[in-house]
């Protein structure tokens, strides 16, 4: 019997797969997500315990994944921890094994809930970071986890370890020694390579907000940047706030499609709801959370999307 812990390789995904880690030593650990969830977990054999953070379940093999969940589960052990909006077809007292779902928190907070009694301090700073790197940390057990730290110390912290983590985003080997570094209690900043690389893309993203202005496109509510060379959640970001504008989109083109991160503070809009609805009728597909989100649009779709997106603003805009 092995036991594994298959995690998104973002800055929740990590801390959650530290968490988990702390509490299951002897367990390997995977990075994965949603489109390769299905074939990773077959690294897993049917005894063994998997242990799935931060991993949406993606719409588009759902039946296969669930089939493969209650295999685990049937002579090992599944344990499903995530925050990520469902489809409105499935409950989450429809996923085999022992599910711990919950949209308003991160992954972060559930996985140090759901693992808490074998989790010694200070192990719920990982979870404050973790939560803070998915901007959820306003919630009620973080702000209590919160109240053990010197906040300003703590989200040096984050910040270490979000922008160390910037530009590695498939070196998988160094994504996992931060794993292992973080599930011992130690800071990120104690990291040598987290430091280095973080100094490095802070001066980086410095020299680029300045530049970005100029690569701004605006439609109505709506800016966006494509193919800059930058994180695309950072410019999605960026765009929106230098731009004033209620929707910050970030994309790259590739292989004929544009994959994009999308941005909001507007708490009335939900960008996950409206994306799974635009996103298949221009032939792409996305979602994710309601004021960060991910698309991925055939190219020549781009511009209407964009226009759907605004519509969309307008839409809430009128009913107030
Ligand atoms: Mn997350």
Known sequence: MSKWIFTHSDGDGICSGALALAANPEAKVF????????????????????????IALSENN??????????????GRLIYIDHHPLPEWLQSYMIPGTVFHDTKS?????????????????????????????????????????????????????????QGLEGHKRDH?????VVYHLSRGLPPSSHQGLLKSALENARREEEIIRELGRYIHIHGEVAYLLNIPFPLGKSAIYARALAGTIIGVAGETRKGFVD??????????????????????????????????????????FKKFIEELNEAVKRLKSQR
Request: hydrophobic share 40%; glycine share 8%; proline share 6%.
């Open 31 to 54: 990075f994965t997500h949603p489109v390769g969830l299905l074939e990773d977990l077959n690294n897993a054999g049917a005894s063994d315990v998997v242990i799935i953070c931060d």
């Open 62 to 75: 759902i039946p296969q994944i669930l089939e493969r969940f209650s295999e685990i589960n049937d002579s």
């Open 260 to 301: 994009m991160s999308i941005r909001t503070c507007e708490e009335n809009l939900d960008l996950n709801n409206i994306l799974r609805k635009i996103a298949p009728k221009l032939g792409g597909s996305g979602g994710g959370h309601p004021q960060a989100a991910g698309a991925r649009i055939p190219e020549e779709n």
């Open 106 to 162: 991160s992954a972060s907070e559930l996985t140090y809930t759901f693992f808490r009694d074998g989790l010694p301090w200070p192990m719920d700073r990982v979870a404050i970071c973790g939560a803070i790197a998915d901007y959820m940390d306003n919630t009620p057990v973080i702000s209590q986890l919160l109240h053990g730290w010197d906040k300003r110390a703590v989200y040096f912290e984050v910040g270490v370890l979000v």
């Open 173 to 177: 080997d160094f994504k996992r020694e």
